[in-house]
């Protein structure tokens, strides 16, 4: 039985750790568990895409997994068709998704922006425009979940220009988030990052300078310098990256950068730099991050390796 001096101690503690700021309560016990980061399927009518999603999605069911993300690009391409088109694709994205079998997280990529190349006849005015079908198809561009302990953040990394373009880029609406969610977690949560435009990668020094400067910066974020500060501190153990197609780990202040290979390898098209399509397996447990790739078989019906 309880004594009313012992039943007052339990309320005193029980209070004073509701007060105590996030950074001085203990981290939930983190589980070990295993989940599928699956990016760039680029789907598609053409290409024997749809067919190609279709069997990356159903060796994938097959690996025990808790939940899947998608890295971005789900469709190719809504940037700059027109409106119909970009429905279309979708719509066959999300009937192909239905063979993963599982719980789905979304990261936006480019190719899932709508209309805002000016040669889609989508006009900034339409309903649908820009992020809005992405929206209306998986919520929202930016968000946080929580899975057996771990903390996991999925970023927008696309920015919209004034000129109808994009570019690689974490607006300061979203840094500010940033902020607010890793400082709202108990000290030591470990925390893992979703998001489609590297933030880190080496990419630029596999292939040659382009001749020309690009209008837009859009191979990486960037103002990456202004998001990187905000994982000092915290338990981050790894960002998952796509965009690239290509599979890469760049460790930058003991925080591992993954790039994956694409499900559409080189766009549907072969080997994309030695990297075939595939998906990557993450595995957290112990306090790390550990990944592995599988392909799935898939060939071109017109190839062409790079």
């Given amino acids: 039985m309880t004594t009313r001096r012992e039943f ?25 568990f295993s989940f599928l980061f699956v990016t760039d399927t680029h789907i598609q009518p ?27 690009d789900h469709v190719f391409d809504s940037l700059a068709v027109p409106k119909e088109r970009a429905l279309s694709l979708f719509d066959l994205y999300g009937k192909t998704e239905q063979d993963l079998g599982m719980k789905v997280y979304h990261t936006i990529g480019n190719h899932d922006v709508v209309g805002i190349y000016p040669k889609s006849g989508v006009a900034p005015t339409d309903p649908l425009y820009g992020k809005k079908l992405f929206e209306d198809r998986f919520g929202k561009v930016y968000y946080s979940f929580d899975h057996k302990g771990h903390h996991f953040m999925v970023l927008d990394s696309i920015g919209v220009t004034s000129d109808r373009a994009y570019e690689g880029r974490i607006d300061a609406e979203q840094i500010q988030w940033i902020s607010r969610d890793l ?9 893992i990052v979703s998001v489609h435009i ?7 020094s596999y292939v040659p300078l382009p001749t020309q400067p690009e209008a837009h910066h859009g191979l990486t974020i960037a103002n990456a310098n202004e998001v990187l500060p ?19 780990r760049v460790e930058w202040h003991g925080i591992p950068y993954i790039t994956s290979g694409a499900v559409s390898g080189n766009w549907w098209q072969g080997v994309r730099m030695g990297t075939p399509e595939g998906f990557t397996v993450v595995t957290v447990a112990n306090g790390r991050l550990t990944t592995r790739y599988e392909t799935y078989g898939f060939k071109s019906v017109d190839p062409h390796n790079t």
Wanted: no cysteine; charged share 15%; proline share 6%.
């Fill in 198 to 204: 590297p933030l880190v990668s080496a990419f630029s």
């Fill in 46 to 72: 053409e290409l024997d895409a749809a067919k190609g999603t279709e069997m990356a999605f159903r060796k994938a069911r097959g690996i025990k997994a808790d939940f899947a993300i998608q890295g971005g």
């Fill in 230 to 248: 905000l994982f000092e501190g915290h338990n981050v153990l790894g960002v998952l990256q796509g965009h690239t197609h290509i599979n890469e």
């Fill in 8 to 32: 007052l101690t339990l309320i005193g503690a029980a209070g004073a750790a509701a007060a105590a700021p996030s950074s001085l309560l203990a981290a939930p016990a983190a589980e070990s």
């Fill in 183 to 191: 400082a709202a977690l108990p000290k030591g949560t470990p925390v």
